[in-house]
């Protein structure tokens, strides 16, 4: 049976989404990939499958037909699409915004139990919706270290989110300050013979899915994310994962957005190198801040600036160097 929900969306921009949803021709709704590791494509999900993920959200933050949901993402994407699936699902009250930087800023709503968001709107949410907030997930890309520290400053619950388009968003969260993602209810974690996580799932309609990221796994619904397989460097026979010496390079680069990627070398086959979103910078000062502080393996070869860094449509990062 259909729940009742409310749904306040002043800009009218969840109308589309939610005439699909209640099209009882269709069991399924069509979605959009990120592009983050490929073209962005357009792939089908079940309505079943969602409801699920839905569920099981609503049960890990105990949201029910009393909670307010906050949700300043375009339903364009699954993460907008999945906060009007918890309302649908849970009879609670959604509220839902425009994207923008400065979410939540003319909020009337009381105490949003969950709000949903993308790591830029980080700073915008906890200007003008701070003292107010209830549990925060963060998705659509990973979150910087100045971002963590600025979540666990602020003393709320903020979450990071571990999923994608086709798992119907997040099955596990870390909490900020945390080193290890938790499963949902419903899921569960192995790992391949590369060291890539694979989702387990006796509710959800793809049972098994194996995926391109390397963790730590701690045990079946606890995992530490270490990076994509796909960008994982071998240089002079070692294996290098450029995520994880990106959260060590951090608080060496503060105000710049940056990534390490590889470049040809005729001596290791590929070299570790610092791609910097800056017109200027000291690079003398922050090679020897990272000479320092830093396993001398991990020290880019080389440091690129650049003007502006190649994104997705949602703001990830794409690891390549552009003219």
């Known amino acids: ?6 749904i306040t969306d002043p800009d009218g921009i969840c109308k ?13 709704i069509i979605a959009r990939t990120s592009g983050s590791t490929g073209e962005p494509k357009a792939i089908r999900l079940l309505k079943s499958d969602m409801e699920i993920s839905a569920r099981a959200t609503c049960r890990y ?10 949700c300043p993402l375009s339903p364009e994407y699954i993460a907008g699409k999945m906060m009007i699936v918890r309302a ?18 003319q ?3 009381g105490r949003p139990d969950l709000t949903a968001i993308v790591p830029s709107q980080i700073d915008g949410l906890l200007d003008n919706a701070g003292g107010i907030l209830g549990s925060v997930i963060v998705g659509g890309a990973p979150v910087t270290e100045s971002q963590e520290r600025t979540m666990v400053g602020s003393g709320i619950g903020f979450y990071a989110t571990y999923g994608m388009t086709e798992t119907c968003s997040h099955v596990a969260l870390r909490k900020a300050g945390g080193t290890a993602f938790e499963a ?9 013979k590369r060291g890539c996580l694979v989702i387990e799932s006796e509710t959800m309609s793809f049972r098994r899915l194996v995926t391109n990221d390397i963790v730590r796994l701690i045990d079946d619904r606890h995992f530490q994310w270490k990076g994509r397989f796909d960008n994982v460097i071998i240089s002079g026979g070692i294996k290098l994962f450029p995520e994880e010496i990106e959260r060590e390079i ?30 200027d910078l000291d690079t003398d000062a922050l090679d020897r801040a990272i000479s320092l502080n830093i396993d001398h393996r991990h020290k880019p070869k080389a ?8 994104r997705t449509e949602t703001g990830k990062l794409l690891r390549r160097i552009t003219k």
């Open 107 to 109: 909020w009337r709503y």
């Open 250 to 279: 951090a608080p060496y680069v503060t105000g710049h957005d940056f990534f390490v990627t590889s470049r040809p070398s005729e001596r290791w086959g590929e070299e570790l190198v610092m791609v910097v979103e800056a017109e």
């Open 303 to 310: 440091y690129i600036l650049k003007k502006s860094l190649p």
């Open 1 to 6: 049976m259909r729940k009742q929900c409310f």
């Open 61 to 70: 933050f105990g949201i029910n037909g009393s909670s307010i949901l906050a």
């Open 16 to 28: 589309d989404f939610i005439e699909e949803w209640f099209d009882g021709r269709k069991d399924y």
């Open 184 to 192: 949902l209810p419903g899921f569960r974690f192995t790992a391949d």
């Open 88 to 105: 649908v699902v849970s009879g609670a009250r959604l509220v839902v915004e425009s994207p923008s930087n400065s979410p939540l800023r």
